[in-house]
């Protein structure tokens, strides 16, 4: 059964200082990886998604890392922003089916 | 192109009462997953629905059923609800996969349902 786990559960940085938020996984056998971020009470939103056979993706501040023999993603944000304050998730997808297993989320405040 | 669209936006009912919550996909996006989230379960697969057939179903009981139509549009059903059924439900869509690459998920906002 998969399990992904995401460290730390909440963190606080103040704006401008660039950030890691870490996402493992215990099934290495995934097809891909996604993460997404949610504001309280809302959807998620779609950050980046890695495919197995990639080893990153970027998009603009942020810049995922995939690492699938070791079970393990990082997210990279650049520069943050009082903007970039919600709860980070991250999910993988190991069946042929669209089931997502999503981790506990990293709570991110970044202040003033 | 429009998101996902979820309706209901916000639900209340009643204990033993039944609720159906209505998702709209992306145009072209074949594929509906439902999850659950609530605080101490987190975010929880509730099944999946490709070309008007469950494909996958998550571990919940039969209570909570769905269906697919024709245009994609996708119904979830909780019959005979109970307090514990309190949550946000998510609807995802994505396009149908092929090869080895699959798609980007892409999730509405969410039904809030309070069982009182």
């Known amino acids: 059964k998969q399990e992904v786990t995401q460290i730390p559960a909440a963190l606080s940085v103040p704006e401008g200082e660039n950030l890691v938020l870490n996402c493992s996984f215990t099934?290495?056998?995934?097809?891909?990886l996604q993460w997404f971020r949610q504001d309280p009470g809302k959807g998620l939103t779609s950050l980046l998604l890695i495919q197995s056979s990639q080893r990153e993706q970027t998009s603009g501040r942020l810049n995922a890392s995939l690492d699938k023999s070791s079970g393990r993603s990082t997210l990279y944000i650049a520069a943050s922003q009082p903007g970039d304050s919600a709860t980070y998730l991250c999910a993988v997808r190991t069946g042929t089916a669209s089931k997502l297993t999503f981790g506990t989320g990293t709570r991110l405040q970044v202040t003033l | 192109k429009a998101g996902v669209t979820q309706t209901p936006r916000y639900l209340i009912k009643t204990r033993g009462q039944q609720v159906t919550l209505s998702c709209s996909p992306i145009?072209?996006?074949?594929?509906v997953s439902w999850y659950q989230q609530t605080p101490g379960q987190g975010l929880q697969f509730l099944f999946e629905y490709f070309s008007e057939t469950q494909r996958n179903k998550g571990n919940f009981p039969g209570r909570f059923s769905g269906r697919q139509f024709s245009n994609s549009r996708s119904e979830m059903n909780v019959s005979t609800l109970e307090l514990g059924d309190s949550a946000l439900y998510l609807c995802?869509?994505?396009?149908?996969?092929?090869?080895?690459?699959?798609?980007?998920?892409?999730f509405g906002p969410g039904t809030r349902l309070t069982v009182l």
């Open positions: 099934d290495s056998a995934i097809y891909n």
């Open positions: 995802a869509s994505s396009l149908a996969t092929s090869g080895r690459y699959y798609n980007e998920q892409f």
């Open positions: 145009s072209g996006h074949r594929s």
